[in-house]
Structures are given as C-alpha cells and as structure tokens.
C-alpha cells in the first residue's frame, strides 16, 4: 500500500541547537536543512495553540515540488491555521517548517520578507485592497519591490490579465473590488499573486462561496496556472469534488494532525474513518466504494 | 510513583495563604490591566514611529492621510468652530454683564478658545470623524485579510498603515485648533457686536491685550498631543479587530470612546504640566 497513514509523533518538536534557519545548508546533520529536489516544503511536529485550544497537534507533512498538493479538512480543523505558518503569517509554539532546506521558523522579520518572496497566497475572499482598482492591486507586490516603470508595470499587468481570461472584461482596469464578481475578485487575487512569478502559490479555500460554475473555472484556473507557470500549489479545501479533480497530492487534516497523504487513488483506497466519513458525506463514492 | 502523585497533587494551601492570594490578586489586578493597556498602545507607538526611519518612507500615504484628517474634517471643524465662539461669547457676556464689564468679552473668548476650547473641541471633531474612520478601515482590513496580504508581500503594516495615520493626525491637529480659534473668534465677534451691540473698538483691544502667543503656543502643544493619543488610540483599536463586522463596529465605538477620554484626560494633565513649566505673570 503506497500512501501513508501519518499519525505517530514527531521525532523533535524542538528547534535543533545551533540552526537558527537564516539559510539553507546541514544543520547538525538534518537532512531537512538541504534542498530536496522532491520535496519543497517540510513540516514536522508543528504545533499551534490559541489560549485553550490545541489547533494543530504535531503535524506532519511534505509539499512536492511543481506539483498540486491539497490539504482537506473539514471547517475548524486549523487548514488556514496551517498555510499560515508555511509562510510566516503565524508563529507555531513548536515544530519546524522547511522551506528548500530554510527553517523558518526561526528567521529575523527580514529574511522572513526575502523568503515569502517564492510566495504567493490567494486568499479565501480574494482580500484586494478596497482603496485600489484592479491594476494598483496587481501591481502593488511590483510597486513595493521594485523601480519598474509605469509602462513596464503596466504591461506585466496587461499580460496576466490576458491569460486568467479578465483581459476582455470591459473596463477591468479601472473597476474597485467591490465592482468585480466572486470569480473575478478570485482571479485578480491570483494575478496578484503570481506577478512577481513565485515558486509556491498558496491557496485558502479558493471556492468557497463559487456556484459550480465558477467552481469549475477556478479549479481550471488552478490547474492552468500550475502547468503554464511552473509553480508549486498548495491549496487548503474542503471541496471533494475540486480536490480530486486538481490534487496530484492529497493530505488530511483532522483532530490537528495529518491523517492521511497520498494520491487521489490512495486517498480513495484509505480506510482511516475521518477521510471515509468526509469522502462518503461529499457524495462522491457511495460508502462501501473505494475500501480495500 | 511518589513524584507522579505529588505533580499531579499541587501541596495544600492553608485557608488564610488562599484568602491573602486572592487579596493580593484583586489588588494587583487593576495595576497589571492599566500597565497592560498603556503598555501594548506604547509598543505600537514606538513600532509606528521607529518606521518612520526606515525606507520606504511612502510619502503619498502620509499626504493621503493629512487630506483625509486635515482637509477632510475642516468643514466640520469651522462649523463648531463657529457656533462654539458664539456660543462662549453669549455665556462670557450674561456672566461680565453682572459686574458690568461686558467689554472684556474678546479677551474672554479669546484666551480660552486659544487655550482650552480649540484644541479639545478640534481633538473630539477630529476623534468623531477621523478617528472613527480609521478604527472602521483598519479593522475592515484586518477581517477581510487585507492585512495579512501586505504582510505576504514583505510589507510591514505598521509602517504602511500606523505610521502615516499617527504622524499625519499629531501634524495636522494644531493647524486644526488654529482653524478652529479664528472661526471660533469670528463667531464671537459677530454675536458680540451684531447681537449685543458691544463697542467693536473695545473688543478688540481687550483681546489684543489679555492675549498673548504664550496662549496660542499652550494650545498647539496640546493639540500635537491630542492628535497623538487619538490617532493612536483609533489604530489600536482598529488593527486588532478580532472577529467579524460586529467587532469592527465595537472597536470603532471603543476608538471613540478612548480617543475623546484620552483628551479630556490629557487635557487635565498638560494644564497642570503648563502652570508649573510657564507660570502665568499675573
């Protein structure tokens, strides 16, 4: 049986001594610390608390590298919780995150902003800026970080607008957030996202509140943008039918750990009760479906 | 085994050990929640203006928001700014009328819209309008993850968000109370002579006498600090909004609220500061 039921402890849920993560290279010898040509994110033994609660329990878990990689999880589970510590958004309490043999966890603010820049993250309500129109929201990863010309910037723009289909919406330029639809405020995100061509494009539950639809093209637009740009996807979701139609690589997030990773097939063919529970309530396989 | 037990089993305390605990409690209480919540708005101060000495200075942000404070609010500020005047001039005039010395009526409303009127009627116009408007944005920002997304982009929030809105509201509130004075004086004027036929001449030499810059100087100082503990208090409130649209609306309430408390409060302190530091000659 090829995929892995990941529910043992981590081996250290402290930081090695003497690696504070400002860069990658062997760390005491930790094979976490090189850049692994498969993998490009590691996570172990991360742990997160909120006053009483325990979110995240000593979770386990490898991104692949150019590939789709979907965490699902049902609401509450601590899946946002988890993508925001993959890109420093949030602190865990313990635990490593390696990202191409850097620990995160424990770099200065400043590399901390060199870092997330192979970042990109589509948020779950897309979070444009309301005081920008579509343009300055794609630009402002451009505007911040570089000396680019108006016309440069514009063109850069113009070209990702083009290629997520918003090139034709009439006066797409110009329009303010809450002038755009569900699916175009999610592709302005995504544009956002990718101007600056990231390695890792995060995603936080990008269908949630999409008719089947927009659903549809933005599992497309997932699917485009991971095989015309090269990225490495991780998406956060709780939408069966969008996970098993884009995911190369699945992973279950449940009672704070990961319960499960693999392929759609071995996701299909796990016996663990959370995923049967989740996999037979979406309506996709009828319950006796998929068990070994 | 004996060391599980007694780990698991904290030792007893004796009844009056307990009841001193407690005691002691209720009484440090109110001293770690106050040292608590000047201490958290003192951290975001030094964050706010330590940004200001680090690139980007993003000059824009900082012109925005002297507009949105500045310009924004100036129609507000004149209107009452104007009726405050008048209105100060109606109670100094039936209050010297007693003694019949209405004549000193400019010198009156002159001094204490320079001194105390102005800077804090400006401060709570400003609280209302701006401050509110701040608390609203920051926290409308925070909830729909637009803060998280500077972040994502390297962008510090601080420096992009606090920085300008403190900066350009202490900058902007004396040019406010200085609107406010010469508003709040043509108000006064005009209810004085107009509608209580004071002598136009003795008017305005009472106030050219009894007023000096040392009143107008009290009142632009107070209201760089106003401007501070407002903008400040607004953005605290604002940034770390938790929750949803029912908690932006409680922590706009809760900006206005401490903002207007902030100045009145400092208000008190900057009087008594003043009197020991510049003692009046007379």
Redesign the interface.
Request: charged share 20%; proline share 7%; net charge negative.
């Given at each position: 049986m090829a995929f892995q039921i990941v529910n043992q402890p981590p081996a250290s849920t402290s930081h090695p001594a003497g690696s504070p993560g400002v860069g990658p290279g062997p760390a005491g010898g930790n094979p976490l610390a090189q850049r692994d040509e498969r993998w490009q994110i590691r996570v172990r033994g991360l742990n997160k608390t909120f006053g009483p609660q325990h979110v995240l329990r000593g979770i386990d878990l490898d991104i692949e590298r150019g590939r789709t990689n979907i965490i699902i999880g049902g609401s509450g589970q601590g899946k946002s919780v988890l993508m925001k510590h993959l890109m420093g958004l949030l602190h865990p309490d313990s635990g490593q995150i390696w990202v191409d043999g850097v620990d995160v966890v424990g770099l200065s603010d400043s590399d901390m902003g060199k870092l997330r820049r192979k970042f990109g993250m589509v948020f779950q309500y897309a979070a444009l800026f309301d005081s920008m129109n579509v343009v300055e929201n794609i630009a402002f990863p451009l505007i911040e970080r570089y000396n680019l010309s108006r016309a440069e910037m514009l063109e850069r723009v113009r070209d990702l607008l083009n290629r997520l289909d918003l090139g034709k919406v009439d006066g797409i330029e110009k329009k303010i957030p809450p002038e755009l639809s569900g699916g175009q405020r999610k592709r302005v995100g995504l544009a956002r996202a990718l101007i600056d061509r990231p390695e890792i494009l995060l995603y936080d539950e990008p269908t949630t509140g999409l008719d089947p639809v927009a659903t549809k093209n933005v599992d497309e637009m997932i699917r485009r943008t991971a095989d015309d740009f090269g990225v490495t996807s991780v998406v956060i979701s709780h939408d069966m039918a969008s996970t098993f139609r884009i995911g190369d690589r699945i992973s279950m997030l449940a009672e704070g750990k990961i319960v499960v990773t693999g392929t759609s097939e071995e996701v299909l063919a796990s016996r663990h009760p959370a995923l049967r529970e989740f996999v037979e309530t979406s309506g996709l396989v009828a319950p006796d479906q998929g068990r070994a | 085994m004996s060391a599980t037990s007694s780990a698991e089993n904290p030792p007893e305390v004796s009844p009056v050990e307990r009841r001193l605990r407690v005691f002691l409690g209720y009484l440090v209480a109110p001293i770690t929640v106050l040292l608590n919540y000047f201490g958290e708005r003192a951290i975001m101060l030094g964050k706010a203006l330590a940004a200001l000495f680090r690139r980007?200075l993003r000059i824009r942000l900082f012109l925005d928001q002297m507009q949105f404070v500045g310009v924004g609010s100036l129609p507000i500020i004149m209107l009452v700014g104007f009726f405050s005047g008048a209105v100060s001039a109606q109670q100094a005039i039936t209050a010297l009328r007693i003694f019949n010395q209405e004549r000193f009526v400019g010198a009156t409303v002159g001094i204490s819209l320079a001194q105390e009127l102005a800077p804090v009627f400006a401060g709570l116009m400003i609280t209302a309008r701006a401050g509110s408007g701040m608390a609203t944005e920051l926290g409308?920002?925070r909830i729909?993850?637009?803060i998280?997304?500077l972040?994502?982009?390297?962008?510090?929030p601080i420096q992009y968000l606090i920085t300008p809105r403190v900066i350009a509201t202490t900058l902007v509130m004396p040019v406010m109370a200085m609107v406010f004075n010469i508003v709040g004086l043509i108000g006064a004027y005009m209810f004085s002579i107009y509608f209580e036929h004071i002598d136009l001449g003795q008017f305005v030499e009472q106030f050219t006498f009894w007023t000096d810059p040392k009143d107008y100087i009290i009142g632009a100082v107070k209201a760089l600090v106003f401007g501070l503990t407002l903008s400040v208090a607004a953005c605290y409130q604002g940034f770390n909004v938790r929750g949803g649209a029912k908690e932006v609306g409680l922590a706009t309430t809760r900006a206005v609220v401490a903002g207007s408390v902030s100045i009145l409060v400092s208000d008190y302190f900057l009087i008594d500061a003043f009197h020991i530091l510049w003692p009046s000659k007379s």
């Open positions: - | 980007p409308s920002m729909t993850e637009q998280d997304a972040t994502t982009f390297a962008v510090d």
